[in-house]
């Protein structure tokens, strides 16, 4: 699809504010601040419980903000007009958002004068939604990358302005994914920001028909089906790394499956040990083999799979899961 310039961005500083709360926020906001515009305020969601021991946690973004001296604002909401208060007197130019975790009303997407980008952890249109990186992982993307765009009210439907690619590696986690989208995130965000200034910006419309959804991972998804094939079910156990982890169950006790590797297939019944040697445990699947490499049993850490099925006395034969 063509595009359309934007109009040439003033020279710096601009009154920038910034809306985001993980770790991937706070990288891309650690890039903006290392730049001449001017990080007026941050916008993050409110401290939260975290933890076993369910301790009072600041987000990450708003811990970077205090350390440079940078106003906070943490509402539960934008409903009552009181985030739209705040927001307005800080007289923003620019809003930039990463990774905020709320949707923000029309009324203050009108508010800077250039109004609201957002830097996305993929190539939009594929995987609009809130989790680009696990999806891109799970479905097996050779590669994925980082999408400044437009803001509008739907969801990472706006215009894309500029884009930055990655390969997908075999042995990317959701994590170490995450970790270089971050870095990615903060140096495309400065490139479009820069060819804005040069008047060489093009706002280019997504094509609708290429979209994908992205939805929220919860804790269930991490539940090994072991009629999938071996690929699919590797693919999780990396996708799925921090959180919440490829699980299945061994005698009804819960197992983490953190590593494994696809190899040939079994006749066996999806879940049974067709093997145990000092590889780790082979699992019958829907198609293919895989074999356990790192796992972790309910209480235990996280260990080497042949060193727990060796002192869980698992045996060819034995099923995991139900």
């Not at 809130?130 to 992982?137: E, G, K, L, Q, V």
């Not at 400044?148 to 959701?174: C, N, R, S, W, Y």
Request: hydrophobic share 40%; charged share 25%; aromatic share 4%.
């Amino acid at each position: 699809m063509t595009g359309s310039p934007l109009p040439t961005l003033p020279a710096p500083p601009l009154r920038v504010v910034f809306m985001g709360t993980p770790e991937l926020a706070a990288t891309v906001l650690e890039a903006l601040l290392a730049r001449d515009d001017r990080v007026v305020g941050v916008f993050t969601r409110p401290d939260a419980a975290k933890g076993r021991g369910m301790s009072v946690v600041a987000p990450p973004t708003k811990r970077l903000a205090t350390e440079h001296g940078i106003p906070v604002h943490q509402p539960a909401g934008w409903k009552d007009g009181t985030a739209l208060d705040a927001l307005r007197a800080l007289e923003p130019d620019l809003v930039v958002v990463a990774a905020y975790g709320r949707l923000l009303p029309q009324s203050a997407l009108d508010v800077p004068r250039y109004g609201c980008i957002n830097v996305h952890a993929s190539l939009l249109p594929r995987w609009r939604g809130a989790d680009p990186i696990s999806r891109a992982i799970l479905e097996g993307d050779a590669e994925t990358g980082v999408t400044i765009m437009q803001m509008v009210l739907e969801m990472d439907a706006g215009d894309i302005l500029h884009q930055a690619k990655i390969p997908i590696t075999d042995d990317d986690t959701g994590g170490g994914l995450e970790t270089r989208l971050a870095a990615l995130g903060g140096e495309a965000l400065g490139t479009a920001l820069d060819l804005w200034r040069e008047g060489r910006l093009v706002a280019r419309p997504q094509d609708p028909s290429l979209v994908t959804t992205a939805p929220l991972v919860r804790k269930s998804d991490g539940r090994i089906d072991w009629t999938r094939t071996a690929s699919a079910i590797e693919r999780a156990t990396r996708a799925l790394d921090p959180w919440p982890c490829a699980t299945t169950t061994r005698e009804g006790t819960l197992l983490k499956v953190w590593r494994a590797r696809v190899e040939e297939g079994a006749e066996d019944s999806p879940g049974e040990i067709v093997a145990v040697d000092r590889d780790g445990p082979l699992v019958a699947t829907g198609s293919g083999s895989l074999r356990l490499l790192d796992v972790q049993a309910a209480g235990k850490k996280r260990m080497n799979a042949a060193d727990w099925a060796r002192g869980a006395r698992l045996a060819p034969g034995d099923v995991l899961g139900t």
